[in-house]
């Protein structure tokens, strides 16, 4: 696993060792994160009236696709609203076919950069949440975020954003949306039901596992709805949480767990 020498937060920036991820990441390594609330929301304003070319996955399983999914644990008592400050870790894992081995990953600490307030996620998880894919030893063909993408007061949540800074097509995956509304889906795994911010489908309801809840599935940075369900659909695993965003959340609550010394069992890197 790559560890958190890789990269690191410096001055504002993102910023990398010369050893950390792909060359093609490096040429974005140093582009500010937007520092203020208002800085933020003009680039969110930015972002969504860009229209890059659609991206689509290739074919079914065994294509090769592989999939990231980034997630950021935040400090126990340090979660929620929280504060400018707040400890965390943010990780990313790249799993080959979606739901296949852990082909590369990384885990860094973090401090939050700001409180968190609607809309405005990025503000408090972007920065790290870039640091950590750029960390990343191989490149994904698609991010999976735990953010909104279109589903957003001006239609360019963190899911989009980390991707477009990124050059990485990229999808969100959460709880529930943020502004969208849409009926259920049916009850069988891998249903799918719209969700619309006004007349625009801007995701899906999608059913990961017939005995709970379904998940939030959002169009991000290159992908529309459609994408989203798909890119989802073939990251199912037994749990209700797609496994790319799974592992990374496993990882970065375990690296939690050690650094906070609320474990006694020997560090084991849990993806392996």
């Given at each position: 696993?790559?560890?958190?020498?890789?990269?690191?937060?410096?001055?504002?920036?993102?910023?990398?060792?010369?050893?950390?991820?792909?060359?093609?990441?490096?040429?974005?390594?140093?582009?500010?994160?937007?520092?203020?609330?208002?800085?933020?929301?003009?680039?969110?304003?930015?972002?969504?009236?860009?229209?890059?070319?659609?991206?689509?996955?290739?074919?079914?399983?065994?294509?090769?696709?592989?999939?990231?999914?980034?997630?950021?644990?935040?400090?126990?008592?340090?979660?929620?609203?929280?504060?400018?400050?707040?400890?965390?870790?943010?990780?990313?894992?790249?799993?080959?076919?979606?739901?296949?081995?852990?082909?590369?990953?990384?885990?860094?600490?973090?401090?939050?950069?700001?409180?968190?307030?609607?809309?405005?996620?990025?503000?408090?998880?972007?920065?790290?949440?870039?640091?950590?894919?750029?960390?990343?030893?191989?490149?994904?063909?698609?991010?999976?975020?735990?953010?909104?993408?279109?589903?957003?007061?001006?239609?360019?949540?963190?899911?989009?954003?980390?991707?477009?800074?990124?050059?990485?097509?990229?999808?969100?995956?959460?709880?529930?949306?943020?502004?969208?509304?849409?009926?259920?889906?049916?009850?069988?795994?891998?249903?799918?039901?719209?969700?619309?911010?006004?007349?625009?489908?801007?995701?899906?309801?999608?059913?990961?596992?017939?005995?709970?809840?379904?998940?939030?599935?959002?169009?991000?940075w290159r992908t529309d709805a459609d994408t989203a369900v798909a890119v989802a659909r073939?990251?199912?695993?037994?749990?209700?949480?797609?496994?790319?965003?799974?592992?990374?959340?496993?990882?970065?609550?375990t690296t939690r767990a050690h650094a906070e010394g609320r474990t006694r069992q020997p560090?084991?890197?849990?993806?392996?």
């Open positions: 696993m790559a560890g958190g020498s890789l990269a690191t937060l410096a001055g504002g920036r993102i910023s990398a060792s010369a050893g950390a991820g792909p060359a093609r990441y490096r040429a974005r390594v140093g582009l500010a994160w937007p520092a203020t609330a208002s800085a933020l929301d003009e680039e969110q304003r930015r972002l969504a009236a860009l229209r890059p070319e659609p991206w689509r996955p290739p074919g079914g399983p065994g294509s090769g696709l592989l999939v990231a999914g980034c997630f950021l644990a935040f400090a126990r008592g340090e979660q929620g609203p929280g504060h400018a400050g707040d400890r965390g870790w943010a990780a990313a894992a790249v799993v080959a076919d979606g739901t296949g081995p852990t082909v590369a990953a990384a885990c860094l600490p973090c401090l939050a950069a700001a409180p968190y307030e609607p809309g405005r996620l990025g503000l408090r998880e972007g920065e790290a949440l870039a640091a950590v894919v750029v960390a990343l030893e191989v490149r994904p063909d698609v991010l999976v975020v735990d953010a909104t993408g279109r589903d957003h007061p001006r239609r360019a949540g963190l899911a989009l954003h980390l991707g477009a800074l990124l050059d990485l097509p990229s999808i969100g995956v959460t709880h529930r949306p943020l502004l969208a509304t849409g009926a259920a889906p049916g009850p069988e795994p891998g249903d799918a039901a719209p969700l619309l911010l006004g007349d625009d489908v801007v995701g899906a309801w999608l059913r990961t596992n017939a005995r709970a809840r379904p998940v939030a599935v959002h169009a991000g073939a990251c199912l695993g037994p749990a209700r949480t797609p496994e790319p965003l799974r592992r990374a959340r496993v990882l970065a609550r560090w084991r890197d849990p993806l392996r």
